[in-house]
């Protein structure tokens, strides 16, 4: 990798903690990042808009799938809790992905 953070013709995989590097990962090449942190937002209230959470204005992606040109993201909700030792509406979650390669 002379001088650059991806191989080319190579698939390019990041691991990390923060899903905020997403859009920067994706503007460099890698075609896919899997992250944690937010564990979900832990608390999801069906009733109430998502406008009306902070933590949703400070961390736009906080579970699952997500796409930029150039790369995917997918955050993954974890079993755990941060602050308060409670989740209502978003079930804990562990991820198993299947690689393969293609032709």
Same mark, same amino acid.
């Given at each position: 990798? $002379?001088?650059?953070?991806? *191989?080319?013709?190579?698939?390019?995989?990041?691991?990390?903690?923060? $899903?905020?590097?997403?859009? !920067?990962? *994706?503007?460099?090449?890698?075609?896919?990042?899997?992250?944690? !942190?937010?564990?979900?937002?832990?608390?999801?209230?069906?009733?109430?808009?998502?406008?009306?959470?902070?933590?949703? *204005?400070?961390?736009?992606?906080? *579970?699952?799938?997500?796409? @930029?040109?150039?790369?995917?993201?997918?955050?993954?909700?974890?079993?755990?809790?941060? %602050?308060?030792?409670? @989740? %209502?509406?978003?079930?804990?979650?562990?991820?198993? %992905?299947?690689?393969?390669?293609?032709?």
């Amino acid at each position: 990798m $002379p001088g650059g953070l991806t *191989a080319p013709d190579t698939p390019n995989i990041l691991l990390s903690h923060y $899903p905020d590097v997403f859009d !920067h990962a *994706a503007s460099v090449g890698i075609d896919l990042t899997l992250s944690g !942190h937010t564990h979900g937002g832990q608390v999801k209230l069906n009733y109430v808009t998502p406008h009306l959470l902070p933590s949703k *204005a400070e961390l736009p992606y906080l *579970a699952g799938w997500f796409e @930029r040109p150039g790369g995917r993201l997918y955050v993954n909700r974890g079993i755990g809790t941060i %602050f308060v030792p409670i @989740r %209502f509406g978003m079930t804990p979650e562990i991820t198993v %992905f299947e690689l393969s390669r293609v032709g």
